[in-house]
């Protein structure tokens, strides 16, 4: 991780639907090749959140950067440079495999030549070459978690955005699925990820804490952790949950 380069900047983003508040003045930075963990109950505000990062919402107010580009004006140039994978699953699951894996390289703007290439090396990489003829629905969940995630960088963007990736898979595939991020991470590609799991909190660089719109909380889940005296992420997303 650089701290010299943050690929999204945030300050001071507001959005309202009415009266009613989603995102309370949030500023934030992330870094290249960071992962980035961000955090919340339900109806704190992540979602909104990720969808103006992702080009998909325009914010009420304050400055938000993202790959360079700006949201109020330049969405469509986030959308092309960003990876997502949404929390209910992303691929299509009438398509197989390779079907897919084409699909989506063309929607992300890849020659047929790269998207020959990309087919080939993700299939080696996820050693599933032999199912590449099947459909999706028919593959168990971990094998299309992977895959999606897969498929969300196959155009080598600057940032990937995972929604709560690993929901409903099992704990082996869980990890698996981390060891994929540390490698895309690795790699350079900036990871910004939310997840119900609190465990795997400790596995990004660092974390943010939201409750009711606003972030309570932003640093490394050690430095969290001796801030709010306990022993895991948990706890301190639990403390803040209380207003203890």
């Not at 609190?198 to 596995?203: H, N, Q, V």
């Not at 490394?220 to 403390?239: A, C, D, R, S, Y």
Request: aromatic content about 10%.
């Amino acid at each position: 991780m650089s701290e010299t380069e943050p690929v999204i900047i945030v300050k001071d983003l507001v959005k309202k639907f009415g009266s009613f508040i989603a995102n309370d003045h949030l500023s934030f930075e992330v870094y290249k090749g960071e992962i980035f963990g961000f955090l919340g109950a339900n109806g704190a505000g992540k979602t909104t959140a990720i969808r103006i990062l992702c080009g998909l919402s325009s914010p009420t107010s304050g400055e938000i950067m993202v790959a360079g580009y700006n949201a109020y004006n330049e969405a469509d140039k986030i959308k092309k440079n960003i990876g997502y994978m949404s929390q209910k699953f992303s691929l299509y699951e009438d398509l197989t495999v390779t079907e897919n894996i084409r699909l989506y390289g063309g929607i992300y703007g890849l020659s047929r030549k790269e998207i020959r290439s990309r087919t080939a090396e993700l299939l080696e990489k996820l050693e599933i070459a032999s199912v590449k003829d099947t459909l999706i629905r028919d593959l168990p969940l971990g094998w299309r978690q992977k895959l999606a995630f897969s498929v969300a960088i196959i155009h080598q963007p600057g940032i990937v955005f995972l929604d709560e990736p690993t929901g409903g898979v099992d704990p082996i595939t869980r990890r698996q699925f981390w060891e994929m991020i540390y490698v895309t991470a690795h790699e350079g590609i900036t990871v910004f990820v939310t997840t119900h799991y609190l465990d795997e909190a400790e596995y990004c660089d660092r974390v943010t804490i939201m409750t009711d719109g606003k972030i309570m909380a932003l640093d490394t889940p050690l430095n969290l952790k001796k801030q709010f005296e306990v022993n895991t992420i948990n706890e301190v997303f639990l403390k803040l949950a209380r207003n203890t």
